[in-house]
């Protein structure tokens, strides 16, 4: 156990979006922030989302309205943020009579045009299939509009990587195991998921944002009653060779009244999702079912010309969303809003709780969760995040980017430098520094993925296994044979081995 005079204005409990997204807007405000993550960033709810950033079509007929237009207005936000990682993609919806009224989808589209501001997607519009569409023939026309995609896990780890660079303190594989307030402010022992070492702190404040395991931490390391409930649903989605060619996504409406997404996903691959069911289990633990498999199967062969089967599955991951417990009847109609709780000692010793929320509106959340912290420090700064970009991405676009990096690194292969382009920006040149050939990015572990971008995630990103790397700093999981991956974890554990032989000598 180690007993440390540090303290702390603010301990932010949970690496998921919301968690990296309020330590980098309070480290900017000039709190002395910690955050802990008990297993990896981006470890549960926020790697395995649909990877959109969207105002929620259907939450329309939910009537949250509310909600979708704040949505839909940090969509446009979002996208100059982080030009790398998100980036505009317009749907297709195929119309199905039977479903839903075309005059119901068209008003559905107005409002969705409507509801906030637009300046860089465009607006929406119908189409009609010809011969070459992918759908099936009964579906001859549908509408088009325009959402957002994001790389969730990288949203999450850039954010942290921003937090840091303000001076806040990143500890993965760390748990609050305790928190009790005392002398107004709060007395917090943190433990070593790794090798059970204690450290104690004191801090000023904490904020709850450990999404599925918010109310967790009420009875494990409060020991007190949570002041809301959540209802935990699980998402599913699996990854299958393309479906079809287009740039577009699908939503596909089903005869449940739920929508199923089908995604362009790392150029080979289309992602489709998502499941609503209610869960009860580990969240690290969520996995698909034989039984969402074939239902989303079936939705999809319900639409597409090619058909599917569970055996082209080549990945598939589940996502636990932590909802706020609104007593709906069914999973999907539960509101995806979110509620922070506050609650305070004398005035002293703040605790704030994150229910709910969404990937869309994460910077929102975490410029209200801070605003409302730092009435207890009157020293701290305005709200800064809406107009900073996300570390790499301070560029104009996509493709002048990757112009840039081919004249800088003739050497490097074109897709090699789009792939560093859509995961670090501009930071690309951080990465690649002293590359002056191909051998220069050493050993090959597999389809691209080279030893200097693995050091790179080691030393900058706090990657620590191979699977932190290949499907959460990365997609090359998709990539990387069985041996492939077992070389890289030798390869990692070898690499850390050594990094703790150096700091104990």
């Not at 993609?89 to 009224?101: D, Q, S, T, Y």
């Not at 045009?113 to 009964?138: H, I, Y």
């Not at 410029?367 to 995040?385: D, G």
Request: some cysteine; overall charge negative.
């Amino acid at each position: 156990m180690t007993t440390t005079h540090e303290e702390y204005d603010l301990v932010v409990i949970g690496g998921g979006v919301n968690g990296t997204g309020i330590t980098v807007d309070a480290a900017g405000r000039g709190l002395k922030v910690l955050l802990c993550e008990k297993a990896d960033l981006a470890s549960a709810t926020s790697s395995n989302s649909s990877k959109l950033i969207h105002g929620g079509l259907r939450y329309l007929e939910h009537y949250e309205f509310g909600l979708v237009k704040q949505a839909l207005a940090e969509r446009e936000t979002l996208l100059k943020k982080a030009p790398h990682i998100i980036w505009p993609m317009r749907f297709i919806l195929p119309h199905r009579p039977h479903l839903r009224p075309a005059w119901m989808i068209r008003m559905g589209l107005f409002l969705y045009d409507n509801l906030a501001k637009r300046n860089v997607l465009k607006g929406s519009c119908g189409v009609r299939f010809t011969d070459q569409s992918p759908m099936v023939a009964e579906i001859n026309k549908g509408f088009e509009y325009s959402d957002g995609w994001v790389d969730d896990a990288r949203l999450v780890t850039l954010n942290a990587v921003d937090a840091q660079s303000k001076g806040a303190t990143i500890l993965t594989r760390t748990q609050c195991v305790s928190a009790k307030r005392s002398n107004d402010q709060w007395e917090i022992a943190l433990e070593n998921t790794l090798n059970g070492d204690i450290k104690n702190i004191k801090a000023k404040a904490i904020i709850n944002a450990a999404g599925p395991w918010v109310k967790n931490f009420f009875d494990t390391a409060l020991k007190k009653k949570s002041p809301k409930n959540i209802r935990l649903i699980k998402g599913s989605h699996f990854v299958v060779p393309k479906i079809h060619n287009d740039d577009q996504a699908y939503i596909l409406q089903n005869e449940d009244k739920r929508i199923v997404f089908v995604l362009p996903y790392e150029d080979d691959y289309s992602l489709v999702g998502t499941t609503d069911v209610e869960y009860t289990g580990n969240p690290l633990e969520a996995e698909i079912s034989e039984e969402e498999t074939e239902y989303l199967v079936d939705i999809v062969n319900k639409h597409f010309k090619k058909k599917i089967s569970a055996a082209d599955v080549v990945h598939s991951f589940s996502g636990v969303r932590p909802l706020l417990d609104d007593e709906s009847s069914s999973p999907d109609a539960i509101t995806r809003d979110y509620t922070l709780e506050l609650e305070d000692e004398h005035g002293k010793a703040p605790l704030l709780s994150v229910y709910g929320g969404k990937i869309t509106t994460y910077r929102k959340l975490s410029e209200s969760a801070v605003t409302q912290i730092c009435k207890y420090f009157p020293k701290a700064t305005a709200p800064w995040t809406k107009d900073a970009p996300i570390p790499g991405g301070d560029f104009e676009s996509q493709d002048l980017l990757l112009e840039t990096l081919e004249l800088a690194y003739p050497f490097l292969p074109k897709p090699l430098l789009k792939r560093y382009v859509r995961t670090y920006g501009t930071h690309s040149h951080v990465l690649l520094q002293g590359a002056c050939s191909l051998d220069d990015l050493g050993e090959n572990f597999g389809a691209g993925l080279f030893d200097k971008e693995v050091n790179y995630l080691i030393d900058n990103e706090w990657a620590m296994t191979a699977d932190d790397i290949l499907w959460r700093r990365t997609k090359m999981g998709l990539r990387l044979t069985p041996v492939q991956k077992s070389d890289l974890s030798q390869h990692v554990i070898s690499l850390l081995n050594e990094e703790k032989k150096a700091q104990v000598a």
